[in-house]
C-alpha cells in the first residue's frame, strides 16, 4: 500500500519561491507521479507529472515554465519547485500516483493521493 504525503506549504507573496515535497511510503519507484492543485470550490487541476524514470515531466499550459517537478526515487520523495508565484497559485498542493509510465492529467487515473498541503496568500 502506498502513502503519500505533502509538505512544504505556506504563506507567500508575489514573486516569491516555494518548494513542496511528497514523501512516499511503499514502493513508488515504478509509478508515475504528478501534482494537481485546487482551490475552494473549483475541480483539482493538473500541475505536471513526471514519469517513473523521471523522464519528460510536463507541466500545465497555464504555467509558463514558473514550475519544476523532480523525483528522487532513492529517497521516494516528490518535488515541486514553485518560482514566481501569483495570487492565482494559493491552492492546496497534492501529490499522486498511479503505476505505469506516463503521466496523465486526469485525477480519475490516479489511484494513491495526499492529503494536501496549503499555499496560502500572505497579502
Known amino acids: 500500500q502506498v502513502q503519500l504525503a505533502e509538505s512544504g506549504g505556506g504563506s507567500v507573496q508575489a514573486g516569491d519561491s516555494l518548494t513542496l515535497s511528497c514523501a512516499a511510503t511503499?514502493?513508488?519507484?515504478?509509478?508515475?507521479m504528478a501534482w494537481f492543485r485546487q482551490a475552494p470550490g473549483k475541480e483539482r487541476i493538473f500541475v505536471g507529472g513526471?514519469?517513473?524514470?523521471?523522464?519528460?515531466?510536463n507541466y500545465a499550459d497555464s504555467l509558463s515554465g514558473r514550475f519544476e517537478i523532480s523525483r528522487d526515487n532513492n529517497k521516494e520523495t516528490l518535488v515541486l519547485q514553485m518560482n514566481n508565484l501569483k495570487p492565482e497559485d494559493t491552492d492546496v498542493y497534492y501529490c499522486?500516483?498511479?503505476?505505469?509510465?506516463?503521466?496523465?492529467?486526469?485525477?480519475?487515473?490516479?489511484?494513491?493521493w495526499g492529503q494536501g498541503t496549503q499555499v496560502t496568500d500572505a497579502s
Open positions: 511503499g514502493s513508488t519507484v515504478r509509478y508515475t
Open positions: 513526471i514519469s517513473w524514470d523521471g523522464n519528460g515531466p
Open positions: 499522486a500516483g498511479r503505476p505505469g509510465r506516463k503521466p496523465s492529467q486526469q485525477t480519475y487515473d490516479y489511484q494513491y
